[in-house]
Structures are given as structure tokens and as C-alpha cells.
């Protein structure tokens, strides 16, 4: 029986991948990944493109962009089914991952699906770089310091769950959140944090995006994979209070 | 005018370092870290001593683990000042950090001095493996999937804000609680949540610990890098929920 390698590659930066990760990369006879769409290939695929070797076997799989639960079960098992033939076979896998692996990551359901096939697959992961901690040295700022409470919501589905977010920690940052990005600049002007709050696209990404002084922007046609981050302490405050 | 490179080392294990993050340890002739105390190396000069050269000069800053505003400041000045005249005098630093270094990490304050004394200073950051990350792939378990909000506490000063946490999102992390064991363990049997609750102490370094089936340790004397993962929806509900 083989072994599965989760590996984190960071968020687009190629260089962002661990030295651990990157051996496991490199040494894997198999390298997989999440399917692009449309053709194109996908976000994990490209970060490791300067990594593979040319004797490297690419397994693409399947994940598709849905919400229904019997298709995306469907997905998971048959993407599943196809790594375990090869660890069957004795083969070394290595799962590229953007960001962190387990940081909202589809290998969660790869993994479970997996063992639930066979409780004997072995699996290992390599932890990695997450997009809120890449948006934040972009930014030059702290994401967090000293006592402040960070909470990360990975998908904003009403905009009180902001407000609401704001009331139980000192820093916020939004994921997946640009279909409500003219509500958001609202709540956030009510409440004095648009001096607070940035917004970076595909952190370290080649067509990264940086928008600051969010005071003049009242709307903007963000990508997915945006990031907010929301202070609600500034740090001189936080200096003093602390 | 030199640069100062804040480069994040990852929670322990050496290789958990980025590529970009070794590159930039080693090819500055300076390298900075946080002073260990008791004549002990500190953390992060633990984590790269297998990446420094021979040729580099190795420079202890001294941050005390004090809760005092004015010693804190005075010792950041200090710090600072020995930063900004090698900077001054064309070198490139690079400081080490352990875990993510814009994650409750000393380096804000370091910068923030750096910038006050000299705001021509020049300061890039590189992300790093931070410990909640690193955490969840040695348990083997996801740290937040899909819908999940997810709450990092960095320290616990009452078990209440626990108990409030659990109440604002689906995953909370807690950092340096491990004075209050006791509370925690009670208020989690309280809630029937000791089943999805999870400790690593000193995640990938050495001498890790993993704790699980908490039902069983009401007392834990614990390192102060202990990490513990609370989930108060179990995988099965998150599948049948989201």
C-alpha cells in the first residue's frame, strides 16, 4: 500500500511552498491535483508548475464548483476511487493544495472519503501558508497582535454575520465576500472601520491587487479569491490598551 | 540604505520554512532573532540553525516576556536602534520568526518602532506555517472546513471567553490557555463538546505532545505551546449541514 501526501503550496507565489512540501512534491511518483475549469489549468496546478519533474505522473481530479450535496458526494468518490487504485498499487501520491490543506480545503472530503474506502490508507499532510496570513504581508500589516481575537468567515452569506463578527473580535477578515461588497462598505462607513479594512485579490498571485482607503470606494468588481482584512482596534489603540 | 527581510520559520520543524523564507535567511548577511532567555536559544534560532552560514552574523534582540508597556517599549527601542545602524550601514537583515510573522508576533512591534525612528526604513515579510495550521495536519483532522467560522483566542484570560467564542463560530482555537485547564475541561464536558476537542503541545518541534479523548484528562499539565482545536459541529453534521 502506498502513501497520500497532502501537500499545502501556499497561495500563488510558488516559492511559498515548504521545504518539506516541495521534497514530498518532488519525490512523489504521482502528483495530483484539483481539476481547473473551463480548460484552464487549476490555481494548485499552477503554483506547482515549476516544481514537477518530467518523469512526474499529473492526476487531475475532479471537484466540481457546486453546492448540491449528492454531486459533490458523487465527485469525492469517484476521486477517491482513483487514488486509492494507485496507493493499491504501491504508489507514492502527492495532493497539491493551494493555501493551507487543512484550511477550508477540498482535501477534507478526499481524505474522508478515502478512509471511509479503506481505514488502512495512510495519509499524511504538510501544513502550509493561508491566504489571510499572505494578504497580511502584502499588506505590511499585523494580521493580529498581542490580545486581539481574530475570526475568519470563509464565505459571507448575509452581512450581519459581519456585524455580528465585528462585536466578537478585534480583527475580521472576509473570504469570499465580493457579491456583498457595496453592503459590507456600508456597515463598515456606519461604523467608522473603513479607515480599518483592506482588501487584497490573489494574494501573491502575478495579478495581485492591492485596495486601500476604502473611503473612496463605495463599489468594486472584485475577484473570488479576494480577502478582507477589519481592524476594529487600530494598533496605537491596541498598544495602549494592552 | 539596507532592507530588513521579516522571514516567518514555521511552528518547529526546520523544513516547515518557505522557499522564498530560507532564499532570504541565507542570503542575508545579518540574521536577527528574538533572544532566548536563561542563556537558552530562543525558538526561531532553534528552527534555523540548519540553514545559517558560517559567514553570517547572528544578532540577539532582546524582547522580555513582560507584561509592563514601558519596559516592552524601551526594549523595542532598543532593538530597533541596533537594527537601523546596520541598516544604515547597507547590510540586509533578515529576522527570524516562529510561526506566521504578521501572527502575534513580536515583529509588529519591531517594525512599528523601526518605522517611527526612520520611515524610510524598508520592511518585506514573508508568510509562514502558523501554529493552529500545523496543528491540524498533526492531528490528522481539518482545522475549518466549508461554512465554519473559524476564532482564534491568543490567550485565555477568562473562561467565559470561551464559552462566548463557542457561541460566535464553529471552530475556536485557543492559544496559551493552558492556566486555565481546569475551566476549560469543565466548561467543554458542560457542553458535551470533550469528543471534539483536540491539544498538540509544541506542534512539530521535537518533543510534541498530542492530546485526544480529553473525557479522560480533567488535569493536564501542559507547555504554554499548546494549542487547542474545539470543533462544535462534528464533520458528519458539517457534511449533512452545508
Known amino acids: ?74 465527485a469525492w468518490q469517484a476521486a477517491a476511487q482513483t487514488v486509492l487504485s494507485y496507493l493499491q498499487n504501491g504508489e507514492e501520491i502527492a495532493f497539491a493544495c493551494e493555501g493551507d490543506i487543512r484550511f477550508y480545503s477540498t482535501f477534507t472530503y478526499l481524505a474522508q472519503t478515502l478512509q471511509e474506502l479503506d481505514s488502512h490508507v495512510e495519509i499524511e499532510t504538510v501544513p502550509g501558508v493561508c491566504s489571510p496570513m499572505a494578504a497580511a504581508s502584502e499588506l505590511g500589516i499585523p494580521l493580529s497582535a498581542r490580545s486581539q481575537r481574530l475570526m475568519i468567515l470563509p464565505a459571507l452569506y448575509h452581512v450581519e454575520e459581519l456585524e455580528t463578527a465585528l462585536q466578537a473580535a478585534e480583527v475580521v477578515v472576509l473570504m469570499k465576500f465580493s457579491a456583498f461588497y457595496s453592503q459590507v462598505w456600508e456597515l463598515l462607513q456606519q461604523k467608522g472601520l473603513l479607515d480599518s479594512a483592506w482588501i487584497v485579490e490573489k494574494a501573491t498571485m502575478p495579478d495581485q491587487a492591492i485596495y486601500e482607503n476604502l473611503r473612496d470606494r463605495d463599489s468594486l468588481q472584485l475577484s473570488y479569491f479576494s480577502i478582507m482584512i477589519v481592524q476594529t482596534a487600530t494598533s496605537n489603540q491596541l498598544r495602549a490598551n494592552c
Do not use: C, N
Open 1 to 74: 500500500m502506498g502513501k497520500l501526501y497532502g501537500v499545502s503550496v501556499g497561495t500563488g507565489d510558488p516559492e511559498l511552498i515548504t521545504v518539506k512540501g516541495l521534497k514530498l512534491l518532488q519525490q512523489a511518483t504521482i502528483v495530483a491535483f484539483p481539476e481547473g475549469i473551463q480548460g484552464k489549468p487549476g490555481i494548485a496546478e499552477r503554483i506547482i508548475q515549476p516544481w514537477l519533474q518530467s518523469h512526474q505522473m499529473l492526476l487531475p481530479l475532479k471537484f466540481p464548483y457546486v453546492q448540491d450535496d449528492q454531486q459533490l458526494t458523487q
